[in-house]
């Protein structure tokens, strides 16, 4: 057991070097360098040797040096772990998908052949493998639901009598269990256990157009699950139309959003320079009875230039087409309250000097202040 397992690391450095193009000229040491190397005896690294010459990755013969093949001539279903040592690449992700593709295909057309020509008895076997699949998805995820799977296809193979798929069948699993088992160590949970039940019912249904239009979506679901937890680093540079929407319109929303929260704030300036802020509501107020306050109220202590700036107000109101109207109003209330403020004085003094006091009320019917003819 102890050789065997050292056999298998030998195996697994040896194919690493030469998916990673470690090898100087494709070509390995001596069996006694490799050796020295590995920490074991010649007879482990010829074994090794030997299995990767099985696998077609190298050749041998005798007089000469072991010599690896090309990835791109040596590359097969069994050899799918020589692309996945780097995660990160493009034609990783690529040969991947087609992997799953693949078995999806396999999987699909065995289940439909089954749902028209197995016997109940058939039929009932599937569905208790399915059963079984979606029970290990949820407890026991992982190798064991990668074992289960696989005997799902190897038993259909056997009730749709295809010897051909049996070999295609053999082929993948093996490159599940070589290098690429890391893959199915990430197998499992609610996605598969989906397509699992999803298959069970349509076999015990009869339901072949459920097999093969609801069952190829729910697999193609659960692979992209698994593909993105192995290299996912590959979609982070692919954005999607999607998210690009998404972000556009959460942009308009915060820019309209900081549009209607901006207060609508207006610059006043009198003649001393003293900058005031007021909003159109105010302004209206201000300029209709702000500069005569009802009886019984106390004269507000604020500068003078916030009571009243109507040129000012005149033209931000006419630059709004909408607003003239409003503005030529608001204007000609506030010189009526004045010239009455006036009148009243004026008839409370008919020598025409300035009053020692100034008159409780004036004609609008309230007291004035100081400040109002100011």
């Keep these: 057991m102890v050789r065997v397992g050292l056999v298998a690391y030998v195996e697994e450095q040896l194919e690493r070097a ?11 040491g001596s069996e006694e360098k490799l050796a020295r190397e590995f920490g074991c005896c010649r007879g482990t690294v ?13 050749v041998q013969r005798s007089g000469r040096k072991t010599r690896a093949v090309a990835l791109d001539e040596s590359l097969t279903l069994e050899n ?16 991947l998908e087609g992997f799953f593709s693949l078995k999806r295909q396999v999987l699909v057309e065995l289940l439909a052949d089954c749902c028209t020509n197995a016997s109940e008895a058939q039929v009932s076997q599937l569905e208790s493998t399915c059963f079984a699949l979606w029970d290990a998805a949820h407890w026991e995820p992982g190798a064991r639901c990668a074992q289960l799977e696989f005997e799902l296809l190897r038993l259909a193979a056997h009730t749709a009598a295809r010897p051909g798929h049996l070999l295609l069948i053999q082929s993948l699993q093996r490159a599940m269990r070589g290098n690429a ?15 699992a039940i999803c298959a069970m019912h349509a076999l015990g249904d009869r339901d072949v157009r459920a097999l093969t239009h609801e069952l190829p979506a729910l697999l193609k679901a659960c692979d992209e699950v698994v593909l993105d937890a192995f290299a996912p680093a590959l ?24 549009q209607n929260e901006a207060p609508e704030a207006r610059p006043c300036v ?61 204007v000609g209330a506030a010189l009526g309250t004045l010239s009455d403020c006036r009148a009243a004085w004026d008839n409370s003094n008919p020598e025409g000097g300035l009053p020692s006091e100034p008159p409780s009320t004036c004609a609008c019917g309230h007291r004035c202040i100081d400040d109002c003819l100011l």
């Design 18 to 28: 030469i998916a990673l193009g470690m090898l100087p000229r494709g070509q390995f």
């Design 46 to 58: 010829r074994e090794a040797l030997r299995r990767l010459a099985a696998r077609g990755l190298v």
């Design 80 to 95: 799918l772990g020589l692309a996945l040592h780097d995660e990160r690449s493009e034609e990783c992700r690529r040969l």
């Design 181 to 195: 088992s890391r893959l199915q160590f990430l197998m499992g949970g609610e996605s598969l256990r989906q397509w």
């Design 235 to 258: 979609r982070e540079h692919v954005p999607s139309e999607d998210s690009h929407a998404q972000e556009s319109h959460s942009e308009a929303c915060a820019s309209a959003a900081a």
């Design 270 to 330: 009198d003649e001393g320079g003293i900058d005031c802020l007021a909003s159109t509501v105010e302004d209206s107020k201000v300029l209709g009875a702000a500069s005569c306050p009802h009886e019984g109220e106390s004269p507000p202590m604020e500068p003078d230039c916030v009571a009243l700036c109507p040129q000012t107000d005149l033209e931000l109101a006419s630059s709004k087409p909408g607003r003239e109207r409003v503005a030529e109003d608001v």
